[in-house]
């Protein structure tokens, strides 16, 4: 096999084409390390401890927290679903808009049947989405733009682009779908400020700063039942994207949290199309460009507009399966681990939340993706995400992203896909109590 092997991804932004067999570097950007399919990681299911000792306000010594895993307050990760705003749609109509209630029922489903003392070992809530504000939208969109959408004013065309036709509940749905998951983002910057703040309050000094990293010990992730809409742009919308909810819940938390993100996001998208919403809405001459950190891997053949430039842009062939893909990903990831722990001054890749856009359109069976991967390949993939996550101690927000069931198949393997994204997730947190 042949790979790049140079020395750094650089800042430029821009494209890698990846063959099974060879990585051809089409941009400035380059990356170091030959990938090889033992370089993996597997989930650590180690508990990690700290003996750290503080003092009281009475010079008293306080054990924050001690090698007894039962004194320890376990993992957070809270759901957000916004089913209850769903549309109907005409007959035929190829979104599958049933999926999301499905999944969010066989979610909560499968983790209220876990014995007691497994749900115990994540602190784990289900809220329904708010509806996203037009502060909030204005964020990033275009305030022309939302006030049309929101009263109707669409020509047909702009419909048709979006896929959706307009209605009342159809507005409901789209603010939620943003809503939830700016809550999502949200609720992860809350709990780490009120950790951060609970830490400072116990250290008596701040000579070692400890508790801006240890903030991250317990880690704390959400995840929304909904979103990936990553085809909107600043004024119009595209495949079944009305608003970004990622870029709009990016650019809320920034404004809103600036002691808790005080470097940048990283946007992780596995669709098999490409993020090119979110690409074009933090390239450089926009609003918070240089405090978010497009990564798109997607198909090469499965664009329905022009392409444009993320910050990284992976580009896989049609009918990609499982072990390109992994080697791959594993390979960026790897890549991106150096770049975060590298002890100098450079900014450029350190990050302080993690948005990943889990679509499983990736998947063999379905009807638009174009690619081959297996539901374990799939499974592979979100592990290797929220190992990523975990291992550079970076809080994370999931968002749900595309699926499409193909027409013999019903929703059980779009179903099955998108639920193991969530139930994955409270299963990697559950091995770490």
Request: glycine fraction near 6%; include cysteine; charge should be negative.
């Amino acid at each position: 096999m042949e790979y790049v092997d140079n020395k750094s991804i650089s800042s430029g932004r821009g494209y890698y084409y990846c063959t099974a067999g060879t990585r051809r570097n089409y941009s400035t950007a380059t990356a170091t390390a030959d990938v090889h399919a033992d370089e993996f990681p597997t989930i650590n299911n180690s508990t990690a401890t700290t003996d750290d000792i503080f003092t009281n306000d009475k010079n008293e010594k306080v054990e924050v927290m001690d090698n007894n895993p039962s004194s320890r307050r376990p993992p957070t990760i809270r759901f957000f679903y916004n089913d209850v705003y769903e549309v109907k749609l005409p007959p035929r109509h190829r979104f599958p808009m049933g999926k999301y209630r499905q999944v969010r029922n066989k979610v909560q489903n499968m983790i209220s049947k876990l014995p007691q003392e497994q749900q115990e070992r994540v602190d784990c809530e289900f809220h329904v989405s708010p509806l996203s504000t037009l502060e909030e939208l204005s964020t990033t969109h275009d305030s022309t733009y939302i006030k049309r959408f929101l009263h109707g004013d669409q020509t047909e065309k702009e419909q048709r682009n979006v896929g959706f036709p307009w209605s009342t509940e159809g507005v409901n749905r789209a603010l939620s779908s943003v809503g939830g998951t700016v809550a999502s983002a949200c609720f992860v910057c809350d709990e780490l400020r009120r950790r951060k703040l609970d830490r400072k309050h116990l250290q008596s000094s701040s000579s070692t700063g400890d508790y801006v990293s240890d903030q991250y010990f317990r880690p704390c992730w959400a995840a929304h039942i909904a979103g990936g809409t990553h085809h909107a742009f600043y004024d119009y919308g595209e495949g079944f994207s009305v608003f970004s909810d990622m870029a709009v819940a990016a650019n809320v938390v920034l404004e809103r949290y600036p002691d808790i993100i005080e470097n940048k996001i990283l946007m992780i998208d596995l669709d098999v199309h490409q993020g090119n919403g979110n690409a074009v809405l933090f390239q450089k001459q926009n609003q918070n460009a240089e405090r978010v950190f497009t990564f798109s891997m997607h198909c090469s053949g499965n664009y329905f507009s022009p392409k444009q430039e993320s910050d990284l842009d992976i580009e896989l062939p049609i009918g990609c399966s499982d072990q390109a893909y992994l080697m791959t990903l594993n390979h960026w990831l790897k890549r991106f681990r150096i770049e975060h722990n590298r002890k100098d001054n450079n900014q450029e890749y350190k990050w302080d939340l993690i948005i990943f856009q889990a679509g499983v359109d990736v998947l063999e069976e379905d009807r638009l993706g174009r690619m081959n991967l297996s539901a374990k390949g799939v499974e592979r993939r979100n592990e290797l995400v929220y190992e990523f996550a975990y291992d550079l101690k970076i809080p994370l927000v999931v968002c749900m992203g595309g699926g499409y069931p193909s027409v013999d198949d019903g929703l059980k393997s779009i179903i099955d896909a998108h639920s193991n994204v969530y139930l994955q997730a409270h299963q990697f947190l559950r091995q770490l109590s």
